[in-house]
């Protein structure tokens, strides 16, 4: 709050400095800062400490914070544009001759600033979300004017987890380009891990004890997916409903059989889930003289007892 007031300070400073000068025009220079002054109390001083007084989720509050921000933009970019240019040919030559140098001179600087309209207007992301934006994955941490920050997911880690990286990325991206995004609306994803066994091995058996110990892990989080399904489909988009209790399917081929587990998960669980799915499955083969896992099996020195069979050549 401190700086806040001193900026506002200077702003009224400025405005009185340009009053005092004997120059032509000084007057809307002075009303200029002066006005910028006034918009900056109501709404970065004002408005900004009842928004963070009264409003208690973090999430709007941000969001609220930047619409603010942009809303403070607008409002100052209209009251110079009215101060300067009082008459409406002067209005209409000017705003012609400045829209025409300022879209060859700053072009990314526009393309951002619309891009970042875009974003909070359309809501293609948000705070929070995780999306793929060309080769960048990360949680959404910032939505700026110009620029978007995300925290990196993957990188040199591996899974879908936070390298400790800011990515800051233009917001003409996410107008321009494909953004794919992990959580909007649908915080869920479906997974898949794949466990190749042999041919000799009781394969019914595998099939029913892989399906029954995905639905122990998956379950709460299978309903949470349906319910939040159905309300996608009923409210917004058009789709049909998707399984989404835990399923497995088996392909062959020349030397086992493999099988995969298909499942549902929050889009942030994904990689704890799928360890501990690996892992019991592990220990049910383990315990089990019923089946037999080939060489692809990967994380099987986990289990050295696991019977392994090379696979052939």
């Known amino acids: 709050m401190i700086r806040k ?7 009224i400073l400025v405005g009185v400095f340009f009053s005092t000068l004997n120059l032509s025009g000084r007057s809307i220079l002075a009303y200029s800062f002066y006005a910028l002054a006034a918009i900056y109390f109501l709404l970065s001083i004002v ?53 025409a140098a300022g879209a060859f001179v700053l072009q990314d600087f526009i393309r951002n600033f619309v891009g970042g309209l875009a974003i909070l207007a359309s809501n293609i992301y948000s705070i929070g979300d995780r999306i793929e934006v060309e080769e960048w994955l990360g949680d959404v941490v910032d939505i700026g004017l110009l620029y978007t920050t995300l925290l990196e997911m993957r990188g040199w880690v591996g899974g879908d987890q936070a390298t400790g990286r800011l990515i800051t990325l233009p917001n003409s991206r996410a107008v321009s380009g494909i953004v794919s995004n992990y959580t909007k609306d649908f915080p869920f994803l479906w997974d898949e891990i794949q466990f190749p066994i042999t041919q000799d091995s009781d394969i019914g058996y595998a099939l029913e004890r892989f399906r029954e110990i995905a639905q122990e892990v998956t379950h709460e989080q299978a309903k949470a997916a349906e319910s939040a399904l159905t309300e996608v489909v009923m409210s917004k988009y058009y789709l049909t409903m998707r399984e989404v209790n835990p399923s497995v399917f088996m392909s062959f081929n020349d030397d086992w059989v493999d099988i995969f587990v298909r499942y549902v998960t929050r889009t942030h669980d994904r990689r704890m889930v799928r360890s501990q799915l690996f892992q019991l499955v592990l220990e049910e083969i383990k315990k089990s003289n019923r089946i037999k896992v080939g060489s692809d099996m990967t994380g099987i020195d986990l289990f050295p007892e696991v019977t392994v069979v090379q696979k052939g050549r």
Do not use: C, H, N
Request: aromatic content about 10%; proline content about 3%; cysteine-free.
């Open 5 to 11: 007031i001193i900026i506002l300070i200077a702003i």
């Open 47 to 99: 408005f900004q400490e009842l928004i963070s007084r009264r409003v208690k989720d973090p999430k709007t509050r941000y969001s609220m914070s930047k619409a603010l921000t942009v809303l403070y933009v607008l409002i100052f970019i209209g009251t110079v544009t009215i101060l300067w240019f009082q008459t409406p040919e002067a209005l209409v030559v000017s705003i012609g001759l400045i829209g």
